[in-house]
């Protein structure tokens, strides 16, 4: 997030899409209504009507995949009346021309028939971002989670850069982190691109620099994906995969797919419980939970925070099980606690380099970028202009999803989540009452289409995608829209037995996950 | 800055500050229950009272902004007086079995009656009483232990907008309910404890499944491992198990928690947790074995998988779950040991 969590309550107007804010960071959801009540206005897109939907100023249902045009929409309103920043824009920015030309076409008449919504609503959020003197955008994975997930990203940051709305206290483009330290993994070069604080592998200097700390070669080839392994795994190009704190065999796109890729593969599980992938191990190492283990987490305000041992460990810490694997392998090292290895990492990364255990303590937690033991951390980035020079506008245009143009598979099914659950229930279902209020998975329709196809509250219905086959009940709920379906994605053989893992965005190799084209019945 | 005297030590503090806030400052405790910093201040509780000492006037510190040259005492015999007044009224009603209460120890009510010497007899009456009992499976509400604070049904609606608790009757028959007495979840519960929390006292609890007095246990400060959020709070551990969470003041959560970080502890001690590593074996199935075992055939296959397909026929996945220091280490091991890219997390999830 470019901004705080808390920053929301600075924002005059927030705009809400692809993110069901209270269920799934009920906290931050927590401040938004207090935003509100204090007078703020409040933007919300979804394709759900969202419990925010309820307290909002306009509330834009659109149908699943189509923000990039509703932000196209609105940038139609905004530029045809004037209200873009254009100081801002000149001095900031590059590429507007090209934009304002793109935007054209998506008149509120034609925004409004794509997105299935009322044209005086696309305008009315249009003025309502643009016109007020600061704008904060939150989204999460109903942004992303699309094939065209980059785009609809590039369609918000096009809002606030036309809007002036960075580098402000109560503005941003703030993209939500869904799980507690997706944030740090990413920063700590987990991904097959990069190293620490981003820095390229394919980055000849990046590599020394590693090199030269490790005493190692290293290479300098961007690797795979975890979506893309899964395939490469039943082409035997992937032999085997080692898995931490993960569940790829319930969270990922088509399970059937993944589990076949496990099954194939030698597999080596690190995990607190015999989750569904590590039914498919060929060895499973306990590990210690977070409360059994010190360390650091980052949020999604990029805020460095303190795990601190509570109770003793039931396995052995995941930094454990690593460091004796590597001596094993014949890399000798040696770390006696968790802090070592910080101090090894901050070294190598710039973000991190002036934070320290004790200043985390002093500052009850510090945010990066925090360059040297004297700064104080960036709450706020891009301040006054963005990070690196002129930030550029993207002229993309809307495309439909393949997977909303299979006749079919008429029905448009999202993915969501509860709020007493986590991902895969692994742990949530621990507490008895989570499990007692919420046991068994549901899949929600509309009223309208519930009669159509003769569906009662309750009763069980059978979904079918191209990639498989559920049953599940059924939950009439208003707030679903006509035609789309919504179903939590926390249980076993459901919603992702439904997904595809097949169609991919072509940049971040996100999986469509929120728009799966489906058939319905009553069995 | 402004001049104020406080039991006759001066000290300047900025304009506009309660008599409370300025009393913080100067290192001076005054007792509260309604007041909390992050919620609007209601007076309605009056035990914070403090007296001028120019018209032995008594006033609440918590909604009195300071003046310059006032002249405050926080501890009169008049102020004691006053507070073991109310003290005593609040305990007229209320269910003293500090015995066998969920709170004893960590009680307000408990701690301010002992500071101040309450004859507890003085206006005994009945003890209160009431047909509504509100519950759900994680917590629920004992009114006969209730002081009508308000706390619960301002933060609820003040900080986190569900709006569940209304104080109705007035007076001494002050009741805490929702909206005409319905069920909980249909008055907007979602359970995140955050009323249960702010409770003073005993009447708000949670439903718990290992019991523990406040003196029995510590309290560690950590980071909820849930959601991006990262809410500070207290693990609550009692014989090496965690038996509670409190909310802690960090800077992304002012205190507040959701269901999962105040309830969805039980995993952590939970009976199904591994604790050997295991072992496929030939009949399919997964064998203890120990760690010397496991980690010696993880790292032959390894080395062997490597040696006869290359290192890039091997996939890392790391995870959004574990700390920094482990994503970093296992990096480092996929790099620098494996000598893949191959490395990746569930960020795209
Ligand atoms: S239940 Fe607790 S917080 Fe609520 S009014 Fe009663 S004493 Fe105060
Ligand atoms: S308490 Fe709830 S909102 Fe806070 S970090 Fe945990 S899961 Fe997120
Ligand atoms: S704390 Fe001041 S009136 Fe209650």
Redesign the pocket.
């Known amino acids: 997030m470019t901004n705080p969590l808390t920053d929301v309550k600075n924002a005059d107007v927030i705009f809400v899409t692809g993110s069901n804010t209270t269920e799934a ?3 931050l959801g927590s401040y938004v209504r207090q935003a509100k009540e204090k007078g703020k206005k409040l933007i919300v897109a979804d394709p759900i009507k969202i419990p925010l939907a309820e307290i909002a100023d306009v509330f834009l249902q659109i149908k699943p995949g189509t923000s990039l045009a509703l932000s196209h929409g609105m940038l139609h309103i905004i530029f045809a009346e004037g209200l873009d920043d254009k100081a801002y824009i000149e001095q900031n920015t590059q590429g507007v021309e090209e934009l304002k030309e793109l935007v054209k076409k998506y008149t509120p008449e034609y925004t409004a028939e794509i997105c299935g919504v009322e044209k005086a609503d696309i305008i009315k959020a249009a003025r309502m971002y643009a016109g007020a003197s600061v704008s904060s955008i939150l989204y999460c994975m109903g942004i992303t989670q699309q094939v065209n997930g980059v785009n609809n990203v590039y369609g918000l940051s096009n809002l606030a850069l036309a809007s002036g709305n960075l580098g402000k206290p109560g503005s941003g483009v703030n993209p939500l982190r869904g799980q ?1 330290n997706v944030q740090g993994a990413c920063d700590m070069g987990a991904l097959p691109d990069v190293f620490t604080a981003y820095r390229k592998v394919t980055d000849h200097n990046a590599r020394k620099s590693f090199e030269d700390a490790w005493g190692v070669k290293l290479s300098g080839e961007t690797g795979l994906t975890a979506t893309e392994a899964i395939p490469a795994a039943l082409e035997d190009k992937i032999k085997m995969f080692h898995i931490i704190g993960e569940n790829p065999a319930v969270s990922d796109a088509d399970s059937n797919h993944v589990k076949k890729a496990l099954k194939k593969a030698f597999v080596v599980v690190q995990d607190i419980f015999l989750t569904e992938t590590a039914e498919f191990a060929d060895v499973v190492l306990p590990a210690a939970c977070f409360a059994e283990k010190d360390g650091t987490f980052t949020n999604s305000e990029r805020r460095v925070q303190r795990v601190r041992q509570a109770v003793a460990a039931k396995g052995q810490t995941d930094w454990q099980i690593i460091m004796q694997l590597m001596n094993l392998l014949g890399y000798k090292c040696h770390y006696d606690q968790a802090e070592d290895i910080f101090t090894e990492m901050r070294a190598l990364t710039p973000s991190y380099a002036g934070i320290t255990y004790g200043r985390i303590e002093e500052n009850n937690g510090l945010c990066w970028p925090c360059p040297n033991e004297d700064h104080p951390g960036t709450p706020i980035l891009h301040i006054e202009k963005p990070l690196k020079g002129k930030a550029e506008f993207k002229a993309v245009e809307w495309q439909p999803a393949q997977e909303s143009l299979k006749t079919e598979y008429p029905v448009l099914l999202t993915t969501n989540r509860i709020q007493h659950h986590y991902h895969t229930r692994t742990m949530t279902a621990k507490t008895k009452a989570i499990d007692e209020y919420y046991p068994d998975c549901y899949v929600q329709i509309n009223p309208a289409d519930a009669a159509t196809w003769n569906i009662a509250n309750g009763e069980f219905v059978e979904i079918v995608s191209a990639r498989g086959t559920v049953k599940v009940k059924a939950q009439i709920a208003d707030s679903i829209k006509k035609g789309t379906a919504s179903m939590p994605f926390h249980w076993p053989d459901g919603a992702n037995v439904l997904t595809c893992a097949a169609e991919l965005d072509p940049i971040s190799k996100v999986p469509g996950l929120k728009l799966v084209g489906v058939s319905l019945r009553k069995i | 800055m402004i001049n104020i005297y406080i039991n006759g030590q001066q000290r300047s503090i900025l304009p506009g500050k309660t008599i409370l806030e300025a009393c913080k400052e100067s290192g001076i405790h005054i007792p509260t229950f309604c007041y909390d910093e992050r919620l609007k201040p209601e007076g309605s509780c009056r035990i914070c009272v403090v007296e001028l000492e120019d018209s032995h006037k008594l006033l609440p510190a918590c909604t009195t902004e300071i003046a310059p040259e006032m002249r405050i005492a926080t501890h009169s015999p008049l102020v004691m007086r006053m507070r073991k007044h109310l003290l005593e009224i609040m305990l007229s009603n209320h269910d003293i079995s500090c015995l066998k209460c969920e709170r004893a120890g960590n009680c307000l009510l408990q701690d301010y009656a002992y500071e101040y010497d309450v004859d507890i007899e003085k206006y005994r009456g009945r003890t209160r009483e009431s047909a509504y009992l509100a519950e759900n499976k994680f917590f629920e509400l004992d009114q006969s232990k209730c002081i009508s604070c308000g706390k619960c049904a301002r933060i609820c609606s003040q900080l986190q907008g569900n709006n569940v608790w209304a104080i109705s009757n007035r007076g001494f028959e002050t009741e805490v309910s929702t909206p005409f007495g319905i069920d909980m979840e249909e008055a907007g519960c979602v359970h995140c404890g955050n009323c249960v929390s702010i409770c003073p006292v005993g009447a708000l609890k949670p439903k718990k499944e290992h019991k523990f007095r406040a003196w029995e246990i510590n309290e560690i400060q950590t980071t ?1 491992s ?2 991006g ?3 500070q709070m207290y693990l609550q551990v009692k014989d090496d198990k965690v038996v509670g969470v409190k909310p802690a003041y960090g800077k992304s ?1 002012e205190g507040l ?2 269901v ?3 309830f969805a502890f039980d995993f952590i001690n939970h009976p199904q947790r591994l604790t050997t590593p295991l072992l496929r074996l030939a009949d399919g199935e997964l064998h203890s074995v120990s760690w010397e075992e496991a980690l010696q055939l993880i790292a032959d296959k390894t080395q062997e998988i490597k040696n006869t397909y290359g290192a890039d026929a091997i996939m890392g996945l790391s995870s959004a779950r574990v700390t920094n220091e482990e994503n970093y280490l296992f990096m480092k091991y996929m790099r620098a040991v494996i000598g893949t890219n191959n490395l990746d997390h569930c960020a795209r999830l």
């Open positions: 960071h009920p906290v507690n | 909820c849930y959601c959020v990262g809410c959560n928690l959701c999962k970080g105040k």
